[in-house]
């Protein structure tokens, strides 16, 4: 059964830190590509990262440049999205979904398997 569990979310100060993960069960998570997205309440789902399978190539929005880096450890099986320098615009669910067979992609109708998501709350 395939499986992505995220863990990490919570609440920060505007320039605070977080490291999201997301543990995959059920599957090999090395030969996948894995995306992070987020939707705060009343916007569109946003694609915010996404990590390639083998050489692991990576993408970022615009938006999370230089502030939140996506890795993976496939020994643990899991991906990783630390985020730095929290801002206020940054509040969201944030989900972690799996490509089965693609490269990474920044429409979330292409994701096979998705996290039920994790809360990442920015407030003073």
């Known amino acids: 059964q395939v499986q992505l569990v995220e863990s990490g979310g919570g609440l920060v100060q505007p320039g605070g830190s977080l490291r999201l993960s997301c543990s995959a069960s059920?599957?090999?998570?090395?030969?996948?590509?894995i995306g992070w997205f987020r939707q705060a309440p009343g916007t569109e789902r946003e694609g915010v990262s996404c990590?390639?399978?083998?050489?692991?190539?990576?993408f970022y929005a615009d938006s999370v440049k230089g502030r939140f880096t996506i890795s993976r450890d496939n020994a643990k099986n899991t991906a990783y999205l630390p985020m730095n320098s929290l801002k206020p615009e940054d509040p969201a669910v944030y989900s972690c979904?799996?490509?089965?067979?693609?490269?990474?992609?920044?429409?979330?109708?292409?994701?096979?398997?998705w996290g039920q998501g994790t809360q990442v709350t920015v407030s003073s």
């Open positions: 059920g599957f090999a998570l090395s030969n996948k590509a």
């Open positions: 990590i390639n399978s083998g050489a692991g190539d990576t």
């Open positions: 979904a799996l490509l089965w067979f693609r490269l990474c992609s920044s429409d979330f109708s292409d994701y096979d398997y």
